[in-house]
Nanobody, 125 residues
Framework: VQLQASGGGSVQAGGSLRLSCAASGGAFNNYAAGWFRRTPGKEREFVATISWDGGTKYHADSVKGRFTISRDNAKNTVYLQMNNLKPEDTAVYYC???????????????????WGHGTQVTVSS
């Protein structure tokens, strides 16, 4: 499956953005999906993941209560709603997908083989 992320931009602290990840070329409704981010000098880190049917979601502690992952399988799209953004959320955000064969909780960053190119999010104080 091919992934195209969009929706990044520059906002002030406290603002909101919604990222979208459009999938093509596969049966996306069989895929778990996730959002990850990377800041300069750091490894790519987990932000949120969602099961194939949207019934199970996980969010990193650093974004809980502020970010929400969701999906619309009819549109082959996964979203990341980001509210109350902080300067430390500044990063390149990547979406990823992988056929889900078991529990979502067992899927780590290394489990995902399809990646989008990333979209920049910049939060100023």
């Amino acid at each position: 499956v091919q992934l195209q992320a969009s929706g990044g931009g520059s906002v002030q602290a406290g603002g909101s953005l919604r990222l979208s990840c459009a999938a093509s070329g596969g049966a996306f409704n069989n895929y778990a999906a996730g959002w990850f981010r990377r800041t300069p000098g750091k490894e790519r880190e987990f932000v949120a993941t969602i099961s194939w049917d949207g019934g199970t979601k996980y969010h990193a502690d650093s974004v809980k209560g502020r970010f929400t992952i969701s999906r619309d399988n009819a549109k082959n799209t996964v979203y990341l709603q980001m509210n109350n953004l902080k300067p430390e959320d500044t990063a390149v955000y990547y979406c990823a997908a992988e056929p889900q064969r078991g529990s979502l909780i067992g899927m780590t960053l290394a489990s995902f083989r399809s990646w989008g190119h990333g979209t920049q999010v910049t939060v100023s104080s």
